[in-house]
């Protein structure tokens, strides 16, 4: 990993520190309920929408109507995106007069969207019209943003609660999350993309002619307001299907590393606001050096495989072969205007954090560096991860961390002063178990049965891997394909939208049962024989669990899949 890959690494981190930090303060004021004077107005007209709606603004609620609150609200969101599909072709904002989508397609998307997976199994330009890209798509992108967002919140609130027998108003939480925070970043970021080329229009699409003299067909559309809050609520899903490769989406090396950036903005402010609402800092920098230490690594790996390339590419010089590397690395599947380093550190940001979005092919980097982003979302989505949903992840695994550190010493496990119990421990089995045995067992149907393997395109462990991974994305609510699987048939986006919901929602519910729990037990004084969760010491247990037990469940599976693939390209060298 050479000089020009470092200072890219240290320049992203620096400047996402910085513009975090003051983020987080204001999620902590909003999850506080303290808004600045100069926002009366809106909150007065926030106050008439809550009379509208009939919901008492001033009332919170336990952690099971919290909870049925969140699950009717999104259950009530994919019906919708899944009508707005079918029925596109009667309504307006139709230049192109693209037909409904097919009921299995319409189901698979609206369960993505709503999940904040954002799969995709369909070209978008030829698929969806611009009404269904802006009312269902990119509206569905901005409340699946804000459910990952207000569940973090009623978990740290049961952590900072004393006897308490409510976790926060569900509707409150997400209004204000969504008119604060998610609007405001994305109006200002889709102004940026549009000034820098990324289009916005409502026009038909452009029939035009190539330098070469052949007519080609240039879609249009309202891409930079659905590329703004794609990136920062981590939901990934391109307007066009080549994503962020495609220069209508991702202009310029700017554009490519400000896109980089959102994507890790609110996960990062998020862990800021949860050390300022339990009132030590020093709790939210711990969690924030074992997400760091961790994709440092795995960028450090990915670059790295990346930069030497495939063997049996090299040329037949002795000095190469002994070297066993390719000159100039592996460009496949890599957008030449950013180049490895930065296709690398994308790949790692977007399957860090629950985005999906790519600027590259995944299916085309080698073996190892493959493995990368399968092993991210491996590891629950937790480096990072998507809003809400990679702190809360994190907070689970520090609760496995205490308890694991708690039968070391012979002591009842407490984090943040609450103590770690029964109840919490099978809710948090639940929520670390959940998505391997949905990845596996989805695996082991797709490999076992003919609709399965239909779909794979490449034979042997590469096709292994496909499926591997598109069950990986699925369960983890990532969303980034690794492509070379025909998934957009009825089997394939069935047994994906049941990943997606049970990957979203199988963890959520134990998440918000745990914040409930916490809620209602009284906070514990600090002692001797405390266990200190702010220090190098907890920082490296809490990454041995992410990485042991989040990434246990795979090993049979990685070493079908990438490894063997590895061992069996080296080989032949």
């Known amino acids: 990993m050479g000089a020009p890959a470092w200072m890219l690494l240290a320049a992203y981190l620096a400047l996402l520190g910085l513009l975090a930090w003051p983020l987080g303060r204001w999620l902590h004021a909003l999850a506080d309920g303290r808004l600045p004077d100069w926002l009366s107005p809106v ?17 919170g609620t336990g952690w099971r109507p919290y909870t049925i609150g969140l699950i009717a609200f999104n259950v009530l969101g994919a019906v919708a ?231 049996l590419l090299a040329a037949l010089g002795a000095d190469q072969v002994a070297s066993a590397t390719q000159p100039g690395g592996n460009m496949e599947g890599k957008e030449a205007r950013f180049g490895i380093a930065a296709t690398g550190l994308f790949a790692a940001i977007t399957t860090a954090a629950s985005c999906g979005a790519v600027n590259g092919m995944h299916d085309s980097f080698t073996p190892l560096g493959g493995a990368v982003p399968l092993v991210l979302m491996q590891l629950g989505e937790v480096v990072f991860g998507g809003v809400g949903s990679g702190l809360y992840g994190m907070l689970i695994f520090a609760i496995l961390a205490v308890f694991i550190a708690g039968l070391m010493i012979g002591r009842t496990p407490e984090y943040l002063g609450k103590k770690i119990e029964v109840f919490e421990m099978k809710m948090t089995s639940i929520a670390i178990l959940v998505t391997p045995i949905l990845v596996l067992g989805g695996a082991a149907v797709a ?80 002692t001797a024989g405390t266990l200190p969760t702010h220090g190098p010491l907890f920082v490296t247990l809490l990454i041995g669990t992410v990485v042991l037990v989040g990434l246990l469940n795979y090993v049979p599976a990685l070493a079908l899949g990438p490894v063997v693939e590895h061992l069996m390209l080296w080989s032949k060298t």
């Open 81 to 311: 995106v899944f009508a707005l599909q079918v029925l596109q072709g009667a309504l307006p904002l139709n230049p192109q007069q693209l037909p409904g989508v097919a009921a299995d397609s319409a189901f698979n998307t609206a369960v993505s969207f709503v999940t904040n997976t954002n799969w995709q199994g369909y070209a978008g330009e030829s698929t969806m019209s611009y009404l269904t890209q802006m009312l269902a798509l990119t509206v569905q992108n901005f409340l699946s943003a804000a459910t990952g967002i207000v569940v973090v919140i009623a978990l740290i609130r049961g952590f900072t609660s004393k006897s308490a027998s409510v976790i926060g108003n569900v509707w409150v939480d997400l209004t204000r999350i969504t008119l604060y925070v998610l609007l405001p970043l994305s109006l200002v970021f889709a102004a940026f993309l549009a000034s820098q080329g990324v289009i916005q229009n409502f026009a038909a699409y452009q029939d035009l002619s190539t330098l070469q003299g052949p007519a080609q067909t240039l879609a249009m559309g309202p891409v930079a307001s659905q590329e703004a809050i794609k990136m920062l609520g981590t939901n990934g899903g391109g307007f066009f299907n080549a994503n962020s490769a495609h220069p209508f989406e991702n202009p310029t090396p700017l554009t490519n590393f400000m896109q980089m950036l959102s994507i890790f903005l609110i996960p990062t402010a998020l862990v800021f606001m949860f050390g300022r609402m339990v009132g030590d800092a020093r709790q939210g920098f711990a969690v924030l050096a074992a997400m760091t230490a961790i994709f440092v690594v795995a960028v450090v790996v990915v670059t790295v495989q990346e930069q030497q390339g495939n063997p």
């Open 43 to 59: 909150e007065a007209a926030e106050r008439g929408l809550y009379r509208l709606a009939g919901v008492d603004a001033s009332a």
């Open 447 to 526: 490999v076992l049965t003919d609709a399965g393997k239909t779909g794979i395109a490449n034979p042997g462990a590469h096709g292994f891997s496909e499926i591997l991974y598109a069950l990986t994305s699925a369960a983890n609510n990532n969303g980034s394909a690794f492509a070379g699987l025909s998934a957009n048939t009825p089997f394939y986006n069935t047994l994906l939208a049941v990943a997606m919901w049970f990957g979203r929602f199988g963890v959520i519910v134990p998440v918000l049962a745990i914040a409930g729990s916490l809620a209602a037990k009284k906070r514990m004084a600090v």
